[in-house]
């Protein structure tokens, strides 16, 4: 029997870590390497990070959109760079951030978590704003095929505050519920960026991951980490991208201060 997402994820954690590495190919970010802004710049700039980085990383986080800009020739790099990195080791988030009615949430989770897809991932981040009920096709299919989903709750982005403060309350209950008596870890996560004040909610009650953007460009830092997820410190996962990414030369070294950083900072 497979092993759920969340006890996969616990193991890796526990071996790697806790960091996930994101790989947002900006255009911006292809032209601080040297690439050319493309389909083969994307399948350097992708293929080097998997290379430098699966056998460090817990968790590593492509950025779907900076792949689909390019159409067909983006969505093929795409499915090479997670077909490799869950070859090499690391658990794979795909950052799509779907959400949608029944029938094409049906369709959005057949793509991304079903094993027989050329774009299948470990876990895909997710949109309640349609309302809770429209993620039960993703709900459904994260559980038949032992996959993950986390749901955007308290982003890191400002714009997203006055929103997400109003209903957040609501995502992270129907969390605990959907958690209800997993071992070691559930499988159905949240979004929490570490740059948020305070979630306002007790995050001990989820029973399942944390993924927490934010650290590098965004302004957070390891040592706010330990603040802001007191009482559920090993269920966080931190996310940095832009920070270790902007330099290739670096990309490994920068990985395992950011990893060690933030395995103190969550120390119990």
Not at 24 to 52: H, M, N
Not at 234 to 251: D, F, G, K
Request: with cysteine; glycine share 8%.
């Amino acid at each position: 029997m497979e092993e759920t997402f969340g006890a996969r994820l616990r193991s890796r954690l526990d071996k790697y870590g806790p960091l996930c590495v994101g790989i947002d190919p900006s255009p911006a970010q292809l032209l601080a390497w040297g690439l050319d802004d493309s389909p083969a710049g994307l399948e350097k700039f992708s293929r080097t990070i998997v290379e430098e980085i699966s056998d460090v990383a817990a968790v590593v986080k492509p950025q779907s959109a900076f792949y689909e800009r390019w159409g067909s020739r983006g969505v093929a790099v795409l499915e090479r760079t997670v077909r490799d990195l869950r070859a090499a080791g690391p658990l794979v988030i795909l950052d799509a951030k779907r959400g949608d009615v029944e029938s094409t949430m049906i369709a959005y989770a057949e793509a991304y978590l079903d094993p027989g897809s050329p774009l299948a991932a470990d876990a895909l981040t997710v949109s309640p704003y349609l309302g809770l009920a429209s993620l039960a096709p993703a709900i459904r299919q994260a559980h038949t095929n032992d996959a993950g989903l986390f749901i955007l709750a308290r982003t890191s982005n400002p714009q997203a505050e006055q929103l997400q403060s109003r209903v957040a309350d609501q995502i992270f209950d129907a969390v605990v519920s959907l958690n209800q008596g997993a071992t070691p870890l559930g499988s159905i996560g949240v979004v929490v960026g570490a740059t948020v004040a305070d979630p306002a909610y007790d995050l001990s009650r989820l029973n399942g991951p944390i993924l927490a953007p934010g650290l590098g460009a965004q302004g957070a830092s390891p040592s706010d980490l330990a603040r802001l997820f007191a009482g559920v410190r090993h269920a966080v996962i931190p996310s940095v991208s832009r920070a270790v990414t902007e330099n290739p030369a670096r990309i490994r070294e920068i990985t395992l201060r950011y990893r060690d950083d933030c395995a103190h900072h969550l120390a119990s």
